[in-house]
């Protein structure tokens, strides 16, 4: 009798890690577990369910429905704390940065809120944070799941520009021509960089970078003025170049829901780099417009 409780003892010890294994393994779809960004095709509704990261208890899922004109994301969320009031949501690129869809207002533990995103490539994260400038488990309460049938694109990295896109102005041999601004010789005070587009539908609209050096890298925040103007469809995406032609791209925004005022703000490891904006018409990973204006020293 001793021997078959033993037995039994065994079993069951075995099969409660073997189902807490495979609970983690549908949790998390994927090694990281804190990547999940897919690609959504154009003209289906996909379920996205969301995840709990840290201590949360809550749950919740998203549905995302791309179509030739942007892409809408749902979220409903349920079970949060009842002292909470609200969350932001935002849409993180393959290259990780996130992109603010707006705040998630919270009513007796219920939060639900719909947004539209020209980017088709993302994940989703909902923070406690409504300036997020890149991702931290510690700053996340809900991420979104890998859907069903769909594959984890790779985390992106800083590329070299291989499109050979000649346009009027200053580009010289494919490239575009920006500058670089000394930004190891700004010190410890921030500096103010700005640009401004001349011409075309976005004449007058400015934008001013402030750079700030640091021992363990550089930060770079830059407010935009006038986005009316701008179409809603298009991609404003903000680049460091670096001496050698490589891009690293720093954030980009969108006219969300006409909105006249937006930021960006990210951090660099480069000690020198030139700033560079582009208006792209899609999601990209390198710099591919003909419209473009770089940053320079005030």
Known sequence: MKYLQVVFASVLVFGCVSLG???????????????????????????????PWGTFAGKGMAHVVRTAD????????????????????????????????????????????????????????LS??????????????????VPSGFTVLPRGTVVSKTTTTTTTGTMTGGEYDVPLLGVSSFGK????VTTHFRSGDLAGL???????RHDDGTTV?????????????????????????????LGQIYNWKNRNEAKIEAKTSLTDFGLLMTVEDTDVTVPTSTTWTVFRVS
């Open 21 to 51: 294994m495979g609970q983690r393994t549908v949790a998390t779809k994927n090694a990281d577990g804190t990547w999940t960004v897919v690609e959504y095709p154009v003209g289906r509704d996909v379920t996205v369910n969301l995840r």
């Open 70 to 125: 942007g892409t809408r994301v749902m979220f409903d969320v349920n079970g949060v704390p009842a002292d909470s009031t609200g969350y932001y949501a935002y849409a993180v690129d393959p290259n990780g940065t996130p992109t603010l869809l707006g705040p998630v207002t919270v009513t007796n533990g219920v939060a639900k809120a719909e947004f539209t995103t020209p980017m088709d490539r993302f994940m989703l994260v």
């Open 128 to 145: 406690p944070n409504g300036t997020l400038t890149a991702i931290d488990p510690a700053n996340v309460i809900l991420g979104s799941e």
């Open 206 to 212: 400015d934008a001013t970078a402030h750079i700030h």
């Open 221 to 249: 925040r830059v407010d935009f003025n006038d986005l009316k103007k701008v179409s809603p469809t298009k991609h404003f995406v903000l680049w460091a170049r670096t001496a050698d032609g490589q891009y690293q791209r």
């Open 189 to 192: 005070d921030a500096k103010t």
